[in-house]
């Protein structure tokens, strides 16, 4: 099993919203993919909680698991993730990623 964790931070303003209106619409999007992609066997999407105040400032969280490292990979590729991707590449500030095995 592979575990993905991605730690946003967000901009205070982008796309003509603020932070916390941006943060619904990422969490909205992405949570709307494991539906449409079986590679995803678990998503989880947190959103400015206080246990993230021992990291760095950091507004999103997106915890996920997939089978194989090929399941990531065709997850990270498709189609629908690349589309909220580029959405979020226009919110985000900085990005921090761990993939391990589990």
Do not use: C
């Not at 969490?27 to 989880?44: G, I």
């Not at 246990?51 to 990531?72: G, Q």
């Amino acid at each position: 099993m592979i575990t993905h964790i991605v730690m946003w931070t967000l901009k205070d303003t982008a796309e003509g919203n603020d932070k916390a209106a941006n943060a619904a619409e990422m969490k909205a999007r992405l949570l709307a993919l494991p539906a449409k992609l079986p590679q995803v066997l678990d998503m989880r999407v947190a959103v400015g909680q206080e246990l993230f105040a021992s990291v760095p400032p950091t507004d999103i969280v997106l915890y996920t698991t997939f089978a194989s490292k090929e399941d990531l990979s065709a997850y990270a590729g498709h189609p629908l993730h690349l589309e909220v991707v580029e959405f979020v590449k226009k919110i985000v500030s900085e990005r921090r990623v761990v993939d391990f095995e589990s």
